[in-house]
Each structure stands twice: as structure tokens, then as C-alpha cells.
T-cell receptor, first 111, second 117 residues
């Protein structure tokens, strides 16, 4: 089954404690992205990747890092999380003109 | 810069009545337009897209959308709403007129659709 998986689905952490949210897709898609969803703001792109070792900033990259060492994986790293990063995070993948497929989401709370 | 506007935070409609969820966009080149739906505690699901060709696009679950270039709109429609259509709907645009524009998908703020008996 074609899918995008994210882990963990729920995470509560404290300010400053480094965390990683994993994302994996099994569709051999070149493009992958991370979004955050906040009430009244819709989805905003954090980072995207056009292929292995090729990443670029989206609209709200501050406080986040990503890496793309393998085509299927695109982890999101928060080196020093802060409360304003409390949000719902979605990973997504697509081919050049294809539909974007979203993961189930990761609900992060930073205390 | 590309942008999407969904002017209504919420749309209420009675079951069996037609529904419209509005979306307008702004791009510098040709737009690729998308509608996604989000059910509670779920990720976004693709409904339909406009890339080129016929201005009326048909998608999943009986939804359709009409691309109107002069009005820069891409409204989502369904002839007969169901209670199960109640969800959060997002319009999104990709601006193919800018270098690397195909990499960025910009979403609207979402419209909550509530279908009542």
C-alpha cells in the first residue's frame, strides 16, 4: 500500500530537549516536504527536499533542521524545541506533477 | 509571492443541498490548483486537482471544482451534500511561473464544512 508514515504520532517534551520526527514514504517519490498546521493559519511549509541531499527552506524554517540521506526518509529535527513549536506536523511526498500524499500527522507539545 | 484565500472559515449546508467552498489564488505564472480534505484526527486527503485542460475538474466523493482564470478562483462544489462530507477543506496552489515554483505548495487557511440533517 502506497503510504507516508510518521513517528511518533504524539509527543510531549520539554523546552530545549532535542527531538526527531521520522518520515518515510514507499512510493519512490523525489519530492518530500514538512508542514506545520496551526489553527487559523492553515498549513505552512517548513522545509522541502527535491531529492537525496537536496533540501531547501519553506516559509517557516526557523528552529528546524532536515536531512535527506535516503530517498525514502526525510526526518525533521528540532535541536532545541520551544513552546511556539507546539503544533501538528505533517510530512508529505510527491513526484514532479503528481498528487501530494500526506502522512497521518504528529502532534507535538513543547512544555 | 503565491497565495491562496479561503474567505469563509465555516460553511453550513443542509444535507441534500448543493455546497460551494470558495477559493481564490494569486500567482505570477500558470497555477496548479488542488483541493484537500481533512477529517478529524486524520491527515490530508487529496480530492482533485487542476493542471490544464477542461476548467471543470471532477474528483473523489462526487466533488468537482471549476477553474476560472479571469476571476482567479477555484471553487469546490458538490451537487448534493452528505453529513459525511463534514470536514475541513483546504485549497492549495503551486505557481509554475517562478523558478523552483513547482516545489512550493501554498495552502489556504481552511474552511470547515458542516452538513446538517
Amino acid at each position: 500500500e502506497a503510504q507516508v508514515t510518521q513517528n511518533p504520532r504524539y509527543l510531549i517534551t520539554v523546552t530545549g530537549k532535542k527531538l526527531t520526527v521520522t518520515c518515510s514514504q514507499n512510493m519512490n517519490h523525489e519530492y518530500m516536504s514538512w508542514y506545520r498546521q496551526d489553527p487559523g493559519l492553515g498549513l505552512r511549509q517548513i522545509y522541502y527536499s527535491m531529492n537525496v541531499e537536496v533540501t531547501d527552506k519553506g516559509d517557516v524554517p526557523e528552529g528546524y533542521k532536515v536531512s535527506r540521506k535516503e530517498k525514502r526518509n526525510f526526518p525533521l529535527i528540532l535541536e532545541s524545541p520551544s513552546p511556539n513549536q507546539t503544533s501538528l506536523y505533517f510530512c508529505a511526498s510527491r513526484n514532479l506533477v503528481d498528487t501530494q500524499y500526506f502522512g497521518p500527522g504528529t502532534r507535538l507539545t513543547v512544555l | 509571492a503565491q497565495s491562496v484565500a479561503q474567505p469563509e472559515d465555516q460553511v453550513n449546508v443542509a444535507e441534500g443541498n448543493p455546497l460551494t467552498v470558495k477559493c481564490t489564488y494569486s500567482v505570477s505564472g500558470n497555477p496548479y490548483l488542488f483541493w484537500y480534505v481533512q477529517y478529524p484526527n486524520r491527515g490530508l486527503q487529496f480530492l482533485l486537482k487542476y493542471i490544464t485542460g477542461d476548467n471543470l475538474v471532477k474528483g473523489s466523493y462526487g466533488f468537482e471544482a471549476e477553474f476560472n482564470k479571469s476571476q482567479t478562483s477555484f471553487h469546490l462544489k458538490k451537487p448534493s451534500a452528505l453529513v459525511s462530507d463534514s470536514a475541513l477543506y483546504f485549497c492549495a496552489v503551486r505557481d509554475m511561473g517562478v523558478t523552483g515554483g513547482g516545489n512550493k505548495l501554498t495552502f489556504g487557511t481552511g474552511t470547515q464544512l458542516k452538513v446538517e440533517l
